[in-house]
C-alpha cells in the first residue's frame, strides 16, 4: 500500500489540507519582505560631500549653499553634484564661469556625505556612510543575509528529517523574529551584519519546512494546487512589501514592520499538524494514526478510521524501513540520486540567481523604485495563474525549461536596448521577471516531487542552499557594471539558459506517485 492510496480515502484535498495551506500562507508573507529588504533599507540617496564646516574666511560664509556646491563640487555629466569627490580649493571663477573645470584637482570626500532624505528618512548607506570606496559594504549586507540563508537551508533541512517537520517550523518561527527585531537595534555595521546573518539562517526553515508539509499532506490531483499557492504567499507579501516601504521610510521601522506578521504565524502554528509521510517512515505509526485520524475527521471520512490501524500503516513503507537516520551523504550514495542532486543543484542556483539579479535591480532602469517593486510583484500574478495550467499541459520539466530559456531572452534583449529607453527596458525586465517568477514556482514543486520522502527534506535543504548561494552571488554580479555596463546583463543571461538546459535533463513527474525510498528513485530515473 502506498501512502497515496490512503489519502484518496480520507480526501487527499479537504478542510485539512486547506487548513495546512492556510497556516503556511501566514508564515511565508513575512519572508519575500525580508529577501527584498535590501532594495529599501540600503537604497542609496542622492548625495554629496558635506562642506558644511569648510569656511576659508568671510567670502565662502557669504555664499549661498548653490554657490557653496558650485565652488567645492565638481559636477558630473548629467550636471547633478558629485557624489564622491569635491575641489581641493575653493574655485571661486566657477561662479562666473561654471563650464571651466579642466583638470581642476580633485580629492575624496573630506568630512562625510550630505544625503538627500526626500525619498527614505533614513537607510543603511546614510547611517553608516556605505557610498563610494565603501560601496561593496553596501552591497554585502545582502550577501551576509543570503549566506545565512543558505547554511539554514542545509540545516533546518537536516534536522526536519531528523526531529520533524513541525517543530523545526515552530523553531523557525520564533528565531527568525527575534534576530531581525534585533537587527532593527543594531548600533553598528558589524553588529548589524551579525544579526541578519542569524535572520537568515533562521527564517529560511519557514520555506522549505511548509513546502514540504503542505506537499505531503496532498494528493497528487492537487499538489501543483498547493504549489502555485505557496508560491503565491511570495508575491503577495511582495505587493504588500512595496506599500509598506513607501509608508515606512526608516529602514529600522521597516525592519520591524516586515517581522511582525511571524507572531501570528507562532500563533497559528498550535494547528499545524506533523507530517504523517514522516511520521510513517519513521516508524512513529501510533502518531501518524492519531493525525490521519484527525484529517478524516475534519475532512468528513469518518468512516475510513476503523481502518486506520497501526497494522495498516507498517505496510505503507515496505520496501526501506527507516531503521537509521538519513542524511546529505544519501543524496550522493547512488548512482542515480548523484545525477538527481546534481542536476537539481545547478538548476536551483540558476534559477535563484535570475530571478534576484533582476529583482535586486529595481534602480537600474532610472524608474520609480517603489513602482517598480510594485511592478515586478504584481507581474507574478499572471505568471504564476500561467503556471498552474501549464504545469499539467506540458508538465514540470518543459514548464521549469521553457521559463529559463525565455528569462535568457528577456535579459539578452536589454543588452541591446539603449540606455535611454528606460520604459521598454524595463517592460522588458519586467517580463523577464515574469518568467523568472515562473521558474521558481515550478522548480519549488518539481524538485519536492523528484526526491524521495527518506530524504525529501535533505534535498530540499540542499537544493535551497544552493539557491541561496545564487542569490548571494547576484548582489556581486550586479556590481560587475562598473567594469563593463552590461555585464552584469550578460552573466545573468547565460545564468539562465545554463539553468534550461540542466533542467531539460531531469525526468517529469506530472501526475506519478511520489517516490517513497532512494530505491525508488534507482528504479525509475
Known amino acids: ?89 575653493p574655485q571661486y571663477h566657477l561662479l562666473l564661469n561654471s563650464s571651466d573645470m579642466t583638470e581642476l584637482p580633485t580629492v575624496p570626500c573630506q568630512n562625510g556625505w550630505v544625503y538627500d532624505n526626500s525619498t527614505f528618512k533614513s537607510t543603511l548607506t546614510s547611517q553608516w556612510d556605505l557610498v563610494c570606496d565603501r560601496r561593496g559594504k553596501n552591497k554585502a549586507t545582502a550577501t551576509i543575509f543570503f549566506v545565512g540563508v543558505m547554511f539554514g537551508a542545509v540545516s533546518f533541512g537536516s534536522l526536519s528529517d531528523r526531529f520533524g517537520r513541525r517543530i523545526m517550523l515552530l523553531l523557525s518561527y520564533v528565531s527568525g523574529m527575534l534576530f531581525a527585531v534585533a537587527s532593527a537595534f543594531s548600533t553598528s555595521y558589524v553588529m548589524f551584519c551579525v544579526l541578519r546573518f542569524f535572520t537568515g539562517f533562521c527564517i529560511t526553515g519557514i520555506v522549505i519546512v511548509s513546502t514540504v508539509l503542505s506537499v505531503e499532506w496532498v494528493d497528487i490531483e492537487h499538489r501543483k494546487l498547493v504549489g502555485v499557492i505557496d508560491s503565491l504567499s511570495w508575491t503577495f507579501g511582495n505587493i504588500i512589501f512595496a506599500a509598506i516601504a513607501y509608508f515606512v521610510t526608516d529602514w529600522r521601522w521597516l525592519l520591524v514592520s516586515v517581522s511582525s506578521p511571524l507572531t501570528l504565524a507562532i500563533i497559528t ?12 517512515a519513521n516508524r512513529k505509526l501510533e502518531q501518524a494514526q492519531k493525525y490521519l485520524e484527525k484529517c478524516a475527521k475534519m475532512n468528513r471520512t469518518e468512516e475510513f478510521i476503523q481502518r486506520l490501524n497501526t497494522e495498516t500503516l507498517s505496510t505503507i513503507v515496505v520496501t526501506e524501513k527507516r531503521d537509521r537516520p538519513y542524511s546529505y551523504l544519501d543524496l550522493i550514495n547512488t548512482a542515480k540520486m548523484r545525477k538527481l542532486a546534481l542536476c537539481t543543484g545547478i538548476m536551483w542556483f540558476c534559477v535563484a540567481t535570475a530571478f534576484y539579479g533582476i529583482s535586486f535591480n529595481i534602480t537600474g532602469f532610472g524608474l520609480n523604485i517603489y513602482l517598480t517593486q510594485f511592478t515586478y510583484a504584481l507581474i507574478e500574478l499572471p505568471a504564476k495563474v500561467s503556471v498552474y495550467y501549464l504545469l499539467d499541459k506540458i508538465g514540470r520539466r518543459g514548464t521549469e525549461v521553457g521559463a529559463l530559456l525565455m528569462v535568457g531572452v528577456c535579459l539578452g534583449i536589454n543588452i541591446v536596448i539603449p540606455k535611454d529607453m528606460s520604459v521598454v527596458r524595463t517592460v522588458v525586465a ?56 552590461d555585464l552584469p546583463q550578460l552573466v545573468l543571461c547565460s545564468i539562465a539558459i545554463l539553468g534550461g ?17 532512494i530505491e525508488d528513485i534507482e528504479q525509475q530515473w
Open 269 to 280: 502554528w498550535r494547528w499545524m499538524p506533523e507530517s504523517a509521510r514522516w511520521l510513517i
Open 430 to 485: 519586467v517580463i523577464g521577471k515574469g518568467f523568472s517568477s515562473a521558474s521558481f514556482a515550478t522548480v519549488v514543486l518539481y524538485s519536492s516531487e523528484l526526491y524521495p520522502t527518506v530524504v525529501r527534506q535533505n534535498g530540499m535543504g540542499y537544493n535551497s542552499f544552493m539557491a541561496r548561494t545564487g542569490v548571494a552571488v547576484a548582489p556581486l554580479i550586479l556590481l560587475l557594471d562598473e567594469v563593463w555596463k
Open 501 to 517: 538546459v540542466v533542467a531539460r535533463t531531469l525526468s517529469e513527474t506530472r501526475n506519478r506517485c511520489l517516490p517513497e525510498t
Open 1 to 89: 500500500m502506498r501512502f497515496e492510496n490512503i489519502l484518496a480515502n480520507i480526501n487527499g484535498f479537504g478542510r485539512f489540507q486547506i487548513m495546512i495551506v492556510v497556516i503556511s500562507f501566514i508564515g511565508r508573507f513575512t519572508l519575500p519582505c525580508h529577501f527584498m529588504l535590501n532594495n529599501f533599507i540600503a537604497a542609496v540617496p542622492a548625495h554629496h560631500c558635506d562642506i558644511s564646516s569648510l569656511d576659508d574666511g568671510g567670502i565662502f560664509r557669504n555664499l549661498s549653499q548653490a554657490e557653496r556646491l558650485a565652488v567645492l563640487i565638481p559636477l558630473q555629466a548629467d550636471g547633478t553634484p558629485n557624489s564622491c569627490q569635491m575641489f581641493a580649493e
